[in-house]
């Protein structure tokens, strides 16, 4: 209960500046119809106890969980079985995110089992190309170079609204269920493969699982042959509180499926592997059970919020500044991006294990800071797009150029802490409120949603990788400074000892 207590304490710092925000911008603008707005804080609500039991059951259960199985997937020396089970669990988190099927549901010209299913492949795929560097000890910014520009040279055939789109499904593919699996399955892979930096080199393998679903979607617009197109999301028009409920009651059962559906395949594959080769003790495998548990429930509440509550708000926000104001969006994007990075649950998990890994050299809040910059100035660059129609090339292109530029002269364990960033930033937050609001925006302009509105992922994705990388570079002058002034004292310290052993031999 104590624990219970503490997580809902984090949960409230982490949700009420966006949730005040929000509140503020509804009542500055006119207001959304009352009980859309009730709705809106019956959402908040739910956001509060469902990251409070997630943050709980996913410590105790999808972490141990991807570890566990990485170890014993490594332990066993065969390459074969190792890619297998890295395929297969890239596979089923990425089908299990909620994110994913979040941005699938509004995308209306592409099935959403097609989607779901080319991004899921994709990312199975790049858990191997992730596996293989940690075998063979590849550097980093290089495979990110080669990925990278494969991905640019195909977007460069596709057609403008599948670019974005492609983009976007790299950024949602790591969300609450798949961020804590993927690096606690690199920690176990590169802790039973060894070496002196192993821990170090777990990190990366989410920014590289990221690039999967990138191709996945960029080829499926190549092969698919329906244009893709998607709506702003439309307002409720609620009749009374009963209506706002019913809503509630409507979806919780829906997302309770969802989830369920979901978490299934990895505790079935847990399960397999515990009864063939894990044998944890009772005890272990009970607190597991319990963290699943706390796990369902906490996502199936914090989905259920977002999804109803948050994205119309974000729709009415982004349509009611863009009639008021053409530059206000861009402005709003800039506050929000700001705060809303602090209720994505998949940053607050980056961020513990960076800080425990580097044992606190990195710290939370650091890290925190850093992230919030950047998405500030993701969401007021996506914003900018939506204002003016520019195209997502002459933003994305020389972002990456540049980020995978810095890349050579920063630490690489901040490249792969980088690369994963720009993955757990944009979670299921940025796809229920951010993509809505710059929907919104971009239909109240009369502009076109799909190469105007998406892309805002893409690039809560992308400014990470510059801003990471120079706390890098921040990081590693003050560690060379501070290195000069130990080197200084022990040179100074030698010449006092010097003088005093001279003056000893004198007197003597």
């Not at 890239?90 to 097609?114: C, F, K, R």
């Not at 299921?428 to 971009?442: E, I, R, Y």
Request: charged share 10%; proline share 4%; glycine share 10%.
């Amino acid at each position: 209960m104590k624990n219970f207590a503490s997580k809902m304490y984090e949960s409230l710092i982490s949700v009420a500046p966006i949730a005040v925000i929000i509140s503020v911008l509804n009542f500055s603008l006119g207001g959304m119809p009352a009980l859309n707005f009730v709705s809106f804080l019956i959402g908040v609500l739910l956001l509060l106890i469902g990251m409070a039991l997630y943050s709980i059951g996913s410590a105790s259960s999808m972490e141990p969980i991807g570890e566990h199985i990485g170890d014993r997937a490594a332990a066993s020396n065969k390459i074969w079985f190792i890619l297998l089970t890295s395929f297969t669990v890239g596979l089923m988190v990425t089908m299990a995110e909620p994110d994913l099927t979040v941005l699938a549901t509004q995308i209306s010209s592409i099935p959403n089992m097609v989607l779901i299913t080319s991004v899921g492949i994709g990312v199975g795929v790049f858990m191997l190309v992730a596996v293989l560097r940690l075998m063979f000890r590849l550097r980093i910014n290089y495979l990110f170079i080669i990925l990278y520009s494969v991905v640019f040279l195909l977007a460069y055939f596709v057609s403008d609204a599948y670019v974005p789109l492609a983009f976007d499904s790299g950024g949602v593919t790591t969300g609450p269920i798949t961020v804590p699996f993927v690096l606690t399955f690199g920690v176990g892979i590169s802790g039973a493969l060894g070496g002196a930096r192993s821990q170090e080199d777990s990190f990366g393998m989410v920014g590289i699982c990221s690039v999967g679903p990138v191709l996945a979607v960029l080829i499926l617009g190549l092969l698919y042959r329906s244009e893709a197109s998607a709506e702003a999301v439309a307002m409720t028009d609620f009749r009374n509180f009963a209506d706002v409920l019913n809503a509630y009651f409507h979806a919780l059962p829906e997302y309770f499926k969802e989830v369920g559906i979901a978490i299934s395949p990895i505790v079935v594959f847990f399960l397999i592997f515990q009864f063939a080769s894990l044998k944890l003790p009772a005890k272990s495998l009970t607190k597991i059970i319990v963290g699943i548990i706390y796990t369902y429930i906490g996502l199936t509440l914090f989905l259920t919020g977002a999804n109803v509550g948050f994205m119309q708000a974000g729709s009415f926000i982004g349509d009611a500044t863009a009639r008021s104001s053409r530059w206000l969006p861009v402005l709003i994007g800039i506050v929000v991006g700001a705060f809303l990075v602090l209720a994505e649950p998949a940053v607050h998990t980056l961020n513990k294990q960076v800080e425990e890994i580097t044992g606190g050299a990195i710290k939370r809040r650091t890290m925190l800071l850093f992230l919030a910059i950047s998405m500030s100035i993701a969401v007021g660059l996506s914003m900018v797009r939506v204002v003016t129609g520019i195209s997502i090339w002459y933003i994305i292109l020389p972002v990456y150029v540049l980020a995978l530029g810095i890349s050579f002269f920063v630490p690489k364990l901040f490249t792969a802490i980088a690369f994963d960033s720009g993955g757990v930033a944009s979670g299921p937050m940025t796809s229920t409120f951010l993509l809505p609001f710059a929907m919104g925006a971009s239909a109240a302009f009369g502009g076109n949603i799909m190469t105007d509105a998406f892309g805002i992922v893409a690039f809560v994705a992308m400014t990470p990788l510059i801003s990471i990388q120079i706390m890098g570079i921040i990081y590693k002058i003050r560690n060379n400074i501070a290195r000069r002034d130990a080197s200084e004292k022990y040179a100074e310290l030698l010449r006092r000892e010097g003088e005093i052993i001279s003056l000893e031999e004198r007197e003597i």
